[in-house]
Structures are given as structure tokens and as C-alpha cells.
């Protein structure tokens, strides 16, 4: 019998965390947060031995839990993708010094980052390897470099954890792996499944359109991009475009990219990556930053909500110039100062007790990482599983109803309706 037991990311964005229990072995996947609540949330702690963690990907509503782990004294290896452990690492210390700055302390320290990144065991895509007497196969989720669809033959049932996973190519990535083993059991993300994406070209000419205007009108076009995945696709996008502007990348995109310029198989022409970075100068002070608002220029930095970052800066520099633009790049969650200012042209963020109108051009563009509804339905219907779980979206329970329709046993766990046992 295989007990499963979902510990956050239902029916919503955040904290995912599976505890897969055979009875034989114990494997986690994925041990994340829901970053922008106050307090962070966690995933419900696991009782008990846990013999490995396997993780889809670095972001840390995914990863961002990890170091509790260690925190508690517990030494479990970490399964996944090389690229997947320096970019943790990144996020987390991030984590820590942003929740430092506003007010709150994490239930781990840098001790405990230290110790879980030195947990990590790398594995690669596509080759299949033991785990007691589970078999373990990680394969391309396309979602951003190292991002993983986990396989694994528990002898009674295959099951498949997709992660965050995209099954269109992105300037950045490849796209997820189609061809994969037969699957008993799917746990599927859930993002966009109540929605489908612009046509990817055409919104990348509307980007391109509009930063044009910015720059024709002397303003600066501000970029407000996610540092792992979405900083690079959007620098990827000015360089297919042949954009000639004055480009500059700021905040933990910097970081970021040299992490992913340096795993340059995990990207699909990291060539083009390396042309794309031939025009971008990196922004190293608030001198340099003074002195690039004062000419028309292409400013990409994080954060991609608005929480914080260098990006808070230059808004508070750029908020009265009619002539300058907020290019947003990603989704913003709700109550975030990025989905606030959308909805009411002010900047608002509490912890950093901000509050002020906006009066640059603002628009949120679709580039998304994530399957959208069409792809959702399309690769289910591929796999064609005998049970799915459906998680990680705030329309999860309309889905799993969705895909009933079809034919397909599906499920949406919920707090009171969230262990299953399957013979």
C-alpha cells in the first residue's frame, strides 16, 4: 500500500510539500513556503524518519522550507538537478535576509541553509537510480534550469510528480519531456488550469512596443522580473528583438544569471545567452543607479512583485515621470504591492510602510513558466493516469472536477481531506 500525504499547496500557490510513505521507504517531495505571508508558511511538519527529499526545483515555495529540517537536527539527503543547489542556496540566504529586514525570524538560521546545501546529492535527467526499493527518475519539467518531473517505480503503482513544469519552449528553456513511463498515479501542478496564455510572440512584441515608446519619450523602461528563470527570458527576449537601448540588470538577477551561465546545459542555447549578456552592464551601486535614471535606458531587476529588491528604489525615484514604464513580468498574487499597484495605481507595501501613487506607464505582461489550461488538459490526456491529484492552484477543486468529466479519477486534497491510501 502507498500512503500519500500532501502537506501544503492545496487549493492554493505555496508551501508544496508530499510526503510519499511505501512503507519500505519515506520520501519527501519538494519542502517549500508560502513566501510573501507574515509570518511565512510552512508545510505541516513530518513526524517521524524521512529517508530522502527529492526536490522538483529551486523556487522557494517549493524549496524554502528545506532548512527546518536541519533545524531539527534531522540529516536527510536532498535530492536534484546540479543547478538546483547553488540557486537554492541563493534564495534561501535571500529569504533570511529579507525576513531580517522586515522584523521576522525565520525558525532557521544561515547554520541551517549551510548544512542543508551541503545535503544535496546531484542527479541527472533521465537516468534512473535506487532509493531503497523505490526507482527514482528525474526528467525535464521545462519550468526554469534544473526544474524537475520526478518519476518513481514504487513496484505496486509509477507515480508522477510534475513540479512546475512547461510543455511550450521558452527563449530560455527547452520544453518539459513528453515521452515518459507509464504513470499510475499523476500529482499535477495546477497553476493555470482555469486559464490559458497570451500567444507567447505576440506578447513579446507588445513588450518590445512598449519599452520603444518608453525610450522614444527619453524615459526609462523599469522591469520587474523574477532573479531565477524570468530576469534571463526577459534579457533573451531584448536580445532576439535586437533592442539597442542601454540595458542594465540590478538586484539578484545578477547573481542568478552567473548561476545559470555557468550550468550552461541546463538552458537551451546558452550561446545566446552569452551574445544576449554582451549588452547588459550590471548595476553595482546607488551611485550607478543615480546616474542610469538620468538617460533613456532598459532597467531589469528584481523583485518580480514589488516586495522588494532594488525595483522599490527606482519606483521611488520614477513614480511622478508620465514618461517612463513599469513593465511587470510575471504573476502577482494577490495582496502583493505588484497586484495592488495594478489595481489601484498606488505603490503599497507595508512592511517597508510604503505608500504612494504611480504615475509611469504600467502593464503586466505574460510570460509564464507554467502550462497553461490548454497544455494542462492536453498532457493529462496524454499520460492518461488512473488517479490524479491536482495542487499548487487556487482553482484546484473546479479542475479535479473538470478532468471527472472526462473520465478521469481526479482529486483536489484539502486540509480535512488530504492523506490517501492507495493499494
Same mark, same amino acid.
Given at each position: 500500500?502507498?500512503?500519500?500525504?500532501?502537506?501544503?499547496?492545496?487549493?492554493?500557490?505555496?508551501?508544496?510539500?508530499?510526503?510519499?510513505?511505501?512503507?519500505?521507504?519515506?520520501?519527501?517531495?519538494?519542502?517549500?513556503?508560502?513566501?510573501?505571508?507574515?509570518?511565512?508558511?510552512?508545510?505541516?511538519?513530518?513526524?517521524?524518519?524521512?529517508?530522502?527529499?527529492?526536490?522538483? *526545483?529551486?523556487?522557494?515555495?517549493?524549496?524554502?522550507?528545506?532548512?527546518?529540517?536541519?533545524?531539527?537536527?534531522?540529516?536527510?539527503?536532498?535530492?536534484?538537478?546540479?543547478?538546483?543547489?547553488?540557486?537554492?542556496?541563493?534564495?534561501?540566504?535571500?529569504?533570511?535576509?529579507?525576513?531580517?529586514?522586515?522584523?521576522?525570524?525565520?525558525?532557521?538560521?544561515?547554520?541551517?541553509?549551510?548544512?542543508?546545501?551541503?545535503?544535496?546529492?546531484?542527479?541527472?535527467?533521465?537516468?534512473?537510480?535506487?532509493?531503497?526499493?523505490?526507482?527514482?527518475?528525474? %526528467?525535464?519539467?521545462?519550468?526554469?534550469?534544473?526544474?524537475?518531473?520526478?518519476?518513481?517505480?514504487?513496484?505496486?503503482?509509477?507515480?508522477? %510528480?510534475?513540479?512546475?513544469?512547461?510543455?511550450?519552449?521558452?527563449?530560455?528553456?527547452?520544453?518539459?519531456?513528453?515521452?515518459?513511463?507509464?504513470?499510475?498515479?499523476?500529482?499535477?501542478?495546477?497553476?493555470?488550469?482555469?486559464?490559458?496564455?497570451?500567444?507567447?510572440?505576440?506578447?513579446?512584441?507588445?513588450?518590445?512596443?512598449?519599452?520603444?515608446?518608453?525610450?522614444?519619450?527619453?524615459?526609462?523602461?523599469?522591469?520587474?522580473?523574477?532573479?531565477?528563470?524570468?530576469?534571463?527570458?526577459?534579457?533573451?527576449?531584448?536580445?532576439?528583438?535586437?533592442?539597442?537601448?542601454?540595458?542594465?540588470?540590478?538586484?539578484?538577477?545578477?547573481?542568478?544569471?552567473?548561476?545559470?551561465?555557468? %550550468?550552461?546545459?541546463?538552458?537551451?542555447?546558452?550561446?545566446?545567452?552569452?551574445?544576449?549578456?554582451?549588452?547588459?552592464?550590471?548595476?553595482?551601486?546607488?551611485?550607478?543607479?543615480?546616474?542610469?535614471? /538620468?538617460?533613456?535606458?532598459?532597467?531589469?531587476?528584481?523583485?518580480?512583485?514589488?516586495?522588494?529588491?532594488?525595483?522599490?528604489?527606482?519606483? /521611488?525615484?520614477?513614480?511622478?515621470?508620465?514618461?517612463?514604464?513599469?513593465?511587470?513580468?510575471?504573476?502577482?498574487?494577490?495582496?502583493?504591492?505588484?497586484?495592488?499597484?495594478?489595481?489601484?495605481?498606488?505603490?503599497?507595501?507595508?512592511?517597508?510602510?510604503?505608500?504612494?501613487?504611480?504615475?509611469?506607464?504600467?502593464?503586466?505582461?505574460?510570460?509564464?513558466?507554467?502550462?497553461?489550461?490548454?497544455?494542462?488538459?492536453? %498532457?493529462?490526456?496524454?499520460?492518461?493516469?488512473?488517479?490524479?491529484?491536482?495542487? *499548487?492552484?487556487? *482553482?484546484?477543486?473546479?479542475?479535479?472536477?473538470?478532468?471527472?468529466?472526462?473520465?478521469?479519477?481526479?482529486?483536489?486534497?484539502?486540509?480535512?481531506?488530504?492523506?490517501?491510501?492507495?493499494?
Amino acid at each position: 500500500m502507498i500512503r500519500i500525504e500532501f502537506l501544503g499547496a492545496m487549493a492554493t500557490v505555496g508551501a508544496s510539500g508530499i510526503l510519499i510513505d511505501t512503507g519500505r521507504e519515506k520520501l519527501v517531495l519538494d519542502y517549500g513556503t508560502k513566501v510573501r505571508e507574515i509570518p511565512p508558511i510552512f508545510p505541516i511538519e513530518i513526524k517521524g524518519r524521512v529517508d530522502a527529499i527529492l526536490l522538483s *526545483h529551486a523556487h522557494l515555495d517549493h524549496s524554502g522550507g528545506l532548512p527546518l529540517f536541519a533545524s531539527k537536527g534531522k540529516d536527510i539527503p536532498i535530492y536534484a538537478i546540479d543547478v538546483s543547489k547553488p540557486l537554492t542556496k541563493l534564495l534561501l540566504e535571500d529569504s533570511i535576509k529579507i525576513s531580517r529586514e522586515e522584523g521576522i525570524e525565520l525558525p532557521f538560521n544561515e547554520k541551517d541553509v549551510k548544512l542543508t546545501i551541503s545535503r544535496f546529492k546531484e542527479v541527472e535527467f533521465r537516468k534512473e537510480f535506487d532509493l531503497h526499493s523505490a526507482k527514482v527518475t528525474f %526528467y525535464n519539467a521545462g519550468h526554469i534550469p534544473g526544474s524537475a518531473q520526478i518519476f518513481l517505480d514504487l513496484k505496486e503503482k509509477a507515480l508522477l %510528480y510534475t513540479g512546475d513544469f512547461n510543455t511550450i519552449e521558452t527563449r530560455l528553456m527547452k520544453k518539459a519531456d513528453l515521452k515518459l513511463p507509464n504513470v499510475d498515479i499523476l500529482i499535477t501542478e495546477s497553476t493555470y488550469a482555469d486559464r490559458d496564455h497570451r500567444d507567447r510572440k505576440e506578447e513579446e512584441r507588445e513588450f518590445i512596443e512598449m519599452i520603444d515608446q518608453t525610450i522614444s519619450k527619453n524615459g526609462v523602461a523599469l522591469v520587474a522580473a523574477f532573479a531565477v528563470g524570468r530576469a534571463q527570458e526577459v534579457l533573451l527576449i531584448l536580445n532576439k528583438y535586437k533592442v539597442g537601448y542601454p540595458i542594465y540588470l540590478d538586484g539578484m538577477a545578477k547573481k542568478a544569471t552567473n548561476i545559470i551561465n555557468s %550550468y550552461r546545459k541546463r538552458i537551451k542555447d546558452p550561446k545566446i545567452l552569452d551574445k544576449a549578456l554582451e549588452n547588459v552592464e550590471y548595476v553595482t551601486n546607488n551611485k550607478m543607479r543615480k546616474k542610469i535614471i /538620468k538617460e533613456p535606458s532598459i532597467i531589469v531587476t528584481t523583485s518580480g512583485m514589488l516586495n522588494g529588491g532594488p525595483v522599490v528604489w527606482y519606483l /521611488k525615484k520614477l513614480k511622478n515621470r508620465r514618461n517612463s514604464s513599469l513593465l511587470l513580468t510575471g504573476w502577482q498574487l494577490e495582496g502583493t504591492p505588484g497586484r495592488i499597484l495594478l489595481e489601484s495605481g498606488r505603490y503599497i507595501n507595508e512592511e517597508l510602510k510604503l505608500n504612494f501613487e504611480v504615475n509611469m506607464n504600467v502593464r503586466r505582461f505574460d510570460f509564464s513558466a507554467h502550462a497553461g489550461r490548454k497544455q494542462l488538459f492536453e %498532457y493529462i490526456e496524454k499520460i492518461s493516469p488512473e488517479k490524479i491529484f491536482c495542487i *499548487h492552484g487556487d *482553482h484546484t477543486e473546479e479542475f479535479a472536477s473538470e478532468l471527472k468529466e472526462l473520465g478521469f479519477d481526479a482529486i483536489a486534497p484539502i486540509a480535512n481531506n488530504r492523506i490517501f491510501e492507495i493499494k
